[in-house]
């Protein structure tokens, strides 16, 4: 009788144990796939041998993160070859505490990815069919490496991101790895990294991470793209020049009186203000007239804006609605990049650039004119799209899709 077998045996009658040796197989499965280590590839296809781990940047191909993201590959390719491998039933969200077979299968489940390793409990079990707290563990393991809320409440939800066939989860490794090595060979000594689909931007420096916050993002019909560049400048008290057709679709048809409540105006292209009559508008679709916001507290942009040079136009950016980052999907805004810390962002960049001390950026900012500062020298910027990837303590983490990018 194999490990898995035994561990279960031991608290069922024979009866019931004969009922459940389907889903005792899977364990056995799991076991043998490596649930004491989530990147051990023993018994595994060696038809695609692991990138070997480098102590060089984690971000590159060669890099660590990068090695590891291909032995969870390899993985679930062995997985999917598999018979073992079984959805969770349909039914009623399996609370804590409950007792039911499908609390086998989601044990099961969990043992396979990696999520719920017995050994970690000693000897102390509960029956396997009851849903107790180091299942509980577990789940919230698992609803963390999925971006969802932590509530070991396996609802519609945590279901459906348990019966991910591995096949699929396969080919979105795959996906993701092709997009890790669009990346440049040298990413640099000091750089920022967004990751769309995580809705968080880092700063990296010396292969570590030095600073993190979270980010709102475009929304699926204005989708923020991938792009490779530079932040070159930053600027206080912004003026927003609105592009055209946000301009005609969403502000213009709110009439005059409530844009100019708020600070906007129509300029001509000698920087002069012009009335808003109906022709000056007609000219905002030529292009001959563009409608902006002065800087201010009121202005969309806020406080502060950074620049990156690329062809979409898109930034990064102060917001006045801070509300939308304890959300847990940020995909709101029209493609530009929304920042949770600007200011405390700002402060970093131009302490260590430019050598601005906290008094003068204060001033800056306080003084509500716009002024902008070029860096001494700019900072690389890579504005990636990976719905999974391995984070620094080892663990593979998956977020949605939220451009339909992945292998459907």
């Not at 660590?64 to 491998?85: D, K, M, T, V």
Request: aromatic share 8%.
């Amino acid at each position: 009788m194999g490990a898995a077998s035994k561990f279960l045996s031991a608290f069922l009658p024979r009866d019931k144990f004969t009922s459940l040796r389907a889903s005792i197989a899977a364990v056995a499965v799991a076991i043998s796939l490596g649930i004491q280590s989530p990147h051990t590839l023993s018994n595994l296809d060696n038809s695609a041998a692991p990138v070997p781990i480098s102590s060089g940047n984690p971000f590159l191909p060669q890099g660590r993160h990068f090695s590891l993201l291909n032995e969870e590959l390899i993985r679930y390719q062995s997985l999917a070859q598999g018979n073992h491998w079984s959805p969770l039933g349909a039914g009623q969200p399996i609370a804590p505490g409950s007792r039911s077979p499908r609390v086998l299968q989601l044990r099961s489940l969990l043992m396979l990815y990696g999520d719920y390793r017995p050994a970690e409990y000693g000897t102390d079990h509960s029956p396997p069919d009851i849903y107790d707290n180091q299942l509980q563990q577990a789940v919230k393991k698992f609803q963390q490496r999925h971006g969802l809320k932590q509530t070991a409440l396996v609802d519609e939800g945590t279901r459906e991101r348990l019966n991910t066939p591995p096949q699929q989860i396969a080919k979105i490794l795959a996906a993701n790895i092709q997009r890790w090595q669009q990346l440049p060979k040298d990413l640099g000594p000091r750089y920022i990294i967004v990751n769309i689909p995580e809705f968080n931007l880092r700063l990296m420096e010396g292969n570590k991470e030095q600073f993190r916050m979270r980010v709102v993002v475009g929304n699926p019909k204005h989708k923020t793209p991938q792009i490779t560049t530079r932040m070159t400048r930053i600027e206080f008290n912004p003026v927003w020049r609105v592009p055209p057709n946000i301009a005609l679709r969403e502000l213009l048809p709110k009439g005059s009186s409530a844009l100019k409540a708020k600070g906007y105006r129509l300029m001509n292209h000698r920087g002069n203000s012009v009335p808003f009559t109906r022709g000056n508008v007609a000219a905002v679709r030529r292009g001959q007239v563009s409608l902006q916001q002065k800087s201010g507290p009121g202005n969309a942009l806020g406080r502060v804006k950074f620049v990156i040079p690329n062809r979409q136009a898109i930034f990064l950016h102060d917001t006045n609605s801070k509300h939308l980052f304890k959300k847990p999907q940020r995909a709101f805004s029209h493609g530009c990049i929304r920042l949770e810390k600007p200011l405390q962002f700002a402060r970093m960049m131009l302490a260590q650039q430019n050598r601005w001390s906290e008094e003068r950026i204060n001033r800056a900012v306080d003084s509500e004119r716009s002024h902008g500062i070029t860096l001494k020298n700019p900072l690389p910027v890579y504005i990636a799209y990976w719905t999974a990837w391995v984070d620094e303590n080892g663990q593979l983490q998956f977020r949605p899709d939220i451009y339909n990018q992945d292998p459907q």
